[in-house]
């Protein structure tokens, strides 16, 4: 079972920065797309930043310019620095990855548990 894991949330106070990790695990072939997303209370879950394979990325635009996706394709691993936090960034923010699974291309998307930042003086 391929899965992704997120490390690296935490508490941080306004203008501060944290980076988040996206471990994968499990039996791929590789891993396509990877993204970040976020869910406030009370809010629905909105896309932060994807990142593909090659390296193009697409940043919400209350993230451009403060965060940053990126990945290392060696590890399977997805990360996402975020700068000059504001307590609006809190949230849960979950990643997800697209697995290659089969020998003919055939692919799945998970999601990771999520992993809390709290933006608080």
């Known amino acids: 079972q391929v899965q992704p894991e997120e490390y690296g949330g935490g508490s941080v106070q306004p203008g501060g920065s944290l980076r988040l990790s996206c471990l994968t695990s499990?039996?791929?072939?590789?891993?396509?797309?990877m993204g970040w997303y976020r869910q406030a209370p009370g809010n629905e879950r909105e896309l932060v930043a994807t990142?593909?394979?090659?390296?193009?990325?697409k940043y919400a635009d209350f993230a451009k310019g403060r965060f940053t996706i990126s990945r290392d394709n060696g590890k399977n691993t997805g990360y996402l620095q975020m700068n000059r936090l504001k307590p609006e960034d809190t949230a849960v923010y979950y990643c997800?990855?697209?697995?290659?699974?089969?020998?003919?291309?055939?692919?799945?998307?998970?999601w990771g548990q999520g992993t809390q930042v709290t933006v608080s003086s």
């Open positions: 990142i593909t394979r090659e390296g193009i990325t």
């Open positions: 499990g039996r791929a072939r590789g891993v396509e797309t």
């Open positions: 997800n990855a697209e697995f290659v699974v089969t020998a003919e291309g055939g692919k799945t998307i998970r």
